[in-house]
């Protein structure tokens, strides 16, 4: 949901969240709406947002837990069915990324390094160009 905020699926991810948070009370859908507001200004406005979605993540799966948490059985169940829906969406989301169980997904930079003589590796499928810059060496310049 959080990486949802700023794209093109954002205004249905963030009206079926506060569906959900709000069920059948029109002000508390009205403060969920305005929670999902507030973070997604201030993700758009925070120069490092990548490095806060964390705790966007964090904040948000909480208030779902206790949310469900709050239900009984049966109203359990039917949320849950909506949350199920809420992720489908999300995941369908144009420019959204996503690994097979195991992998690894990046929607943008990703930088994997090995030190002190081990190894690190990863498996690469990619959907668009690749951009090989420095310190990438002119074959006639490869040592060898």
Do not use: C, K, Y
């Amino acid at each position: 949901m959080v990486q949802a905020a700023g794209t093109d699926a954002w205004q249905s991810v963030r009206q079926a969240v506060a569906r959900l948070l709000g069920g059948s009370n029109g002000d508390q859908e009205a403060a969920e709406l305005a929670r999902l507001d507030q973070m997604q200004a201030a993700l758009a406005a925070d120069e490092e947002a990548d490095s806060h979605r964390e705790r966007w993540e964090a904040i948000w799966q909480t208030r779902l837990e206790m949310s469900l948490e709050e239900l009984d059985a049966p109203a359990r169940a039917i949320a849950a069915a909506q949350l199920a829906e809420l992720v489908a969406l999300v995941r369908s989301a144009p420019g959204q990324v996503q690994a097979s169980p195991g992998g690894v997904a990046a929607g943008r930079d990703l930088r994997i390094s090995a030190e002190g003589g081990s190894v690190a590796g990863a498996v690469v499928r990619v959907d668009g160009g690749v951009n090989l810059a420095v310190p990438f060496l002119p074959e006639e310049r490869l040592p060898g």
